[in-house]
């Protein structure tokens, strides 16, 4: 019997995105409990790029890609649902979506929204999960609050501003650059005092949450933002690791701070999210992310542009021929 094959995109050392390479593997075979899912899209993530290049420790070799959009083929799942999400461990200690085929176990799957085509889908999971994580679940937003995005430009900016708003909360964001948003308010804070301008929007009274996806230079002015008992979630640290603040006016204030990593959510945590998102995007609070779409084959020029920090549009992968 001869054994099937797919492409793969595939790095066998860390490095930049040149180390990738195409390579023909064998078509993995779900275990009891698991599902085939045939990748019809993939984004690439900048965490992908830092998988790729070391930062996490990937067991080598290994086939990276967090995100997809596909269709169960085989195994634990209903044969033919579209199913959309994010895995856990892709990339790092298990193959991940840059390639024909992926295997999940069965508790991982989301159906994904009809209206989204495979490409808008596959763009939705490491951001809308980020935000979602750090919004709803870690900072517990409520309606009616007012919420600081720093970084508000960004993949998971964008996202937490759209899922602020179905929330009913205020949105004030905050970046380097200009740019459309859908936040009520955006500071350049190239120019700008951040904590000022958001005390000063606030009646002085500050944000009662700020979503912070920069960190570094920008960790202890969105702190300084901060109203009486606001809260604080770090998803990131962009430049340094390290931060200062004044502790005396952090418990004064009686602020809290939070961390949040979606690379700890276990799969079945990852669906369950991805199935929260979906009637935000159903009924239109949510929308799907401007894509620029690549062939497998052109993965290397297209790491690459993520690599460079290319805001322009989500970048994803088709690993599936038309």
Same mark, same amino acid.
């Given at each position: 019997?001869?054994?099937?094959?797919?492409?793969?995109?595939?790095?066998?050392?860390?490095?930049?995105?040149?180390?990738?390479?195409?390579?023909?593997?064998?078509?993995?075979?779900?275990?009891?409990?698991?599902?085939?899912?045939?990748?019809h899209a993939s984004a690439i993530n900048p965490s992908d790029v830092k998988t790729v290049a070391?930062?996490?420790?990937?067991?080598?070799?290994?086939?990276?890609?967090?995100?997809?959009?596909?269709? /169960?083929? @085989?195994?634990?799942?209903?044969?033919?649902?579209?199913?959309?999400?994010?895995?856990?461990?892709?990339?790092?200690?298990?193959?991940?979506?840059?390639?024909?085929?992926?295997?999940?176990?069965?508790?991982?799957?989301?159906?994904?929204?009809?209206?989204?085509?495979?490409?808008?889908?596959? @763009?939705?999971?490491?951001?809308?999960?980020?935000?979602?994580?750090?919004?709803?679940?870690?900072?517990n937003l409520q309606a009616g609050e007012t919420v600081l995005i720093t970084g508000a430009l960004g993949a998971v900016g964008r996202a937490a501003t759209q899922i602020a708003h179905?929330?009913?909360?205020?949105?004030?964001?905050?970046?380097?650059?200009?740019?459309?948003?859908?936040?009520? /308010?955006?500071?350049?804070?190239?120019?700008?005092?951040?904590? #000022?301008?958001?005390?000063?929007?606030?009646?002085?009274?500050? #944000?009662?949450?700020?979503?912070?996806?920069?960190?570094?230079?920008?960790?202890?002015?969105?702190?300084?933002?901060?109203?009486?008992?606001?809260?604080?979630?770090?998803?990131?640290?962009?430049?340094?690791?390290?931060?200062?603040?004044?502790?005396?006016?952090?418990?004064?204030?009686?602020?809290?701070?939070?961390? /949040?990593?979606?690379?700890?959510? +276990?799969?079945?945590?990852?669906?369950?999210?991805?199935?929260?998102?979906?009637?935000?995007?159903?009924?239109?609070?949510?929308?799907?992310? +401007?894509?620029?779409?690549?062939?497998?084959?052109?993965?290397?020029?297209?790491?690459?542009?993520?690599?460079?920090?290319?805001?322009?549009?989500?970048?994803?992968?088709?690993?599936?021929?038309?």
């Amino acid at each position: 019997m001869t054994m099937r094959t797919m492409t793969a995109l595939r790095f066998e050392t860390y490095g930049p995105p040149s180390s990738l390479m195409l390579r023909d593997l064998p078509v993995p075979e779900p275990r009891p409990g698991e599902a085939l899912v045939e990748v019809h899209a993939s984004a690439i993530n900048p965490s992908d790029v830092k998988t790729v290049a070391g930062l996490f420790g990937a067991t080598l070799p290994r086939v990276p890609g967090r995100d997809f959009a596909g269709i /169960v083929v @085989a195994g634990d799942g209903r044969p033919g649902m579209e199913v959309w999400g994010s895995g856990a461990g892709f990339g790092v200690s298990r193959d991940g979506a840059h390639a024909r085929y992926v295997v999940v176990p069965s508790n991982w799957l989301s159906e994904k929204p009809a209206h989204l085509s495979m490409e808008q889908a596959a @763009a939705v999971g490491v951001p809308y999960l980020a935000a979602w994580s750090a919004l709803v679940q870690a900072g517990n937003l409520q309606a009616g609050e007012t919420v600081l995005i720093t970084g508000a430009l960004g993949a998971v900016g964008r996202a937490a501003t759209q899922i602020a708003h179905w929330k009913a909360a205020k949105v004030i964001g905050a970046d380097i650059s200009e740019g459309a948003s859908d936040a009520d /308010v955006l500071i350049d804070t190239r120019d700008k005092d951040l904590a #000022a301008m958001v005390k000063a929007l606030t009646d002085g009274r500050g #944000a009662d949450l700020v979503l912070d996806t920069v960190g570094g230079p920008m960790f202890e002015p969105s702190l300084k933002s901060l109203s009486l008992d606001g809260r604080q979630v770090a998803i990131t640290s962009v430049g340094t690791r390290r931060v200062s603040f004044d502790l005396a006016d952090f418990y004064h204030n009686r602020q809290r701070l939070i961390g /949040v990593d979606t690379a700890k959510l +276990t799969g079945a945590e990852i669906a369950a999210v991805m199935t929260a998102l979906r009637p935000g995007f159903e009924q239109g609070h949510l929308r799907p992310a +401007t894509i620029r779409t690549w062939s497998l084959p052109q993965a290397v020029a297209a790491y690459e542009a993520v690599a460079s920090g290319d805001r322009s549009a989500k970048h994803v992968l088709l690993p599936a021929p038309a």
